[in-house]
C-alpha cells in the first residue's frame, strides 16, 4: 500500500509543479484541448450516424418484423457508440501525448532539469522525426494490448453480478496501467528505455503504477477533465520515471528551481535516499 500512495503522491507532486510554472501548463493545455476537439467532432458524428451505419451493416434484418429489428439495432448502435467511447478513453492520452510530442518533452525535460541534483535532463540525441516515429510504434502496440483487454472485459461484463461491480473496478486498474506506460513513455523515451524494457519495469512496480494511473483513470473518465490534468500527468510521470529508474531526485518546488539545494524526496521502503 505504501507503494500506491507513493503513486499518487507522483501524480499530485505533478499537479503541483505545473501550477507554480504557469507558462509549461499553458502550452501543456494546447495538445490536448486539439485532441478534444477532434474526439467531440467524431463522437458527435457517432451519433447522429451511428444508427445508418448500423442499418447499412446489418442488411439481413431488412426483413425482420416489428419490434425485433429496431431492438436489435438499437442494441447495435448503443454498443457501438459505447465501445467508441471506451476507445476513446483509452487512446485519448496516447494521441495527446502524439500531437503534443513537443510541448511535452520540453515540459518534461523541464522537471527534470529542476528536480535532478545536478541541474541537468537526458536527452535521446534523436532528431523529432525519429522521436515521433518511436512513439507512434510504441503507443500503436499499447492500444492492441489495450483492445485485447477491453474486448475481454466487456466481454465479462455480461457476467450477472461480477460484470457489474468487480470488472469496471479491473477496468479502472488496467486503464491506469495503459495510461501509466504512455505517460511515462515520455521521460523513459528520452532515456532510450525501449518498450518492452519499460512494460517490465513498470510490471515490477505494479502497485506504484496503480497508485499513479488508476485515479487518472477515474478522473479521466469526467468531461474535459484529462485536457486540464495532462500537463500535470506528464510532469508527475517524469518524477515517477526518475523513481524507477532509480535516479536521485530532488524536492520540485520553487527553491529548487532557483537552484537551491534539493532535498531528497522519500521512496517506499527507504530511509528517505533514493533507491540505489
Avoid: C
Avoid at 476513446?88 to 494521441?95: D, E, K, N, P
Avoid at 510532469?235 to 532535498?263: I, N, Q, V
Amino acid at each position: 500500500m505504501r507503494d500506491f500512495g507513493a503513486g499518487f503522491h507522483y501524480l499530485v507532486q505533478g499537479q503541483r509543479w505545473v501550477a507554480k510554472h504557469g507558462r509549461q501548463y499553458g502550452f501543456g493545455l494546447l495538445p490536448g484541448l486539439i485532441t478534444l476537439v477532434l474526439y467531440a467532432a467524431a463522437l458527435t458524428a457517432l451519433a447522429l450516424w451511428g444508427e445508418d451505419f448500423t442499418t447499412w451493416a446489418t442488411p439481413f434484418a431488412d426483413d425482420w418484423g416489428s419490434p425485433w429489428q429496431g431492438l436489435f439495432r438499437g442494441f447495435l448502435t448503443v454498443v457501438l457508440f459505447a465501445l467508441a467511447l471506451a476507445l476513446s478513453v483509452l487512446t485519448f492520452t496516447a494521441v495527446t501525448l502524439l500531437v503534443g510530442q513537443p510541448f511535452y518533452e520540453s515540459l518534461s525535460e523541464r522537471v527534470d532539469r529542476d528536480v535532478s541534483p545536478d541541474g541537468t535532463a537526458p536527452e535521446s540525441g534523436l532528431p523529432l522525426w525519429r522521436e515521433l516515429w518511436i512513439s507512434g510504434r510504441d503507443s500503436l502496440r499499447i492500444l492492441l494490448r489495450a483492445l485485447v483487454w477491453g474486448i475481454l472485459l466487456f466481454a465479462l461484463g455480461f457476467v450477472p453480478v461480477v460484470g457489474q461491480t468487480v470488472v469496471p473496478v479491473v477496468g479502472f486498474f488496467v486503464t491506469g496501467f495503459f495510461l501509466t506506460e504512455e505517460l511515462t513513455g515520455v521521460a523513459l523515451q528520452r532515456r532510450r528505455v525501449e518498450l518492452r524494457a519499460r512494460l517490465a519495469l513498470l510490471r515490477s512496480r505494479r502497485t506504484l503504477v496503480w497508485g499513479f494511473g488508476t485515479p487518472l483513470a477515474v478522473a479521466f473518465v469526467v468531461p474535459f477533465v484529462a485536457v486540464f490534468l495532462m500537463p500535470g500527468a506528464v510532469a508527475g510521470a517524469t518524477l515517477m520515471a526518475r523513481d524507477l529508474l532509480g535516479e536521485r531526485t530532488g524536492e520540485p518546488d520553487e527553491e529548487s528551481a532557483a537552484g537551491h539545494t534539493h532535498a531528497g524526496i522519500p521512496h517506499p521502503g527507504d530511509d528517505g535516499a533514493a533507491p540505489a
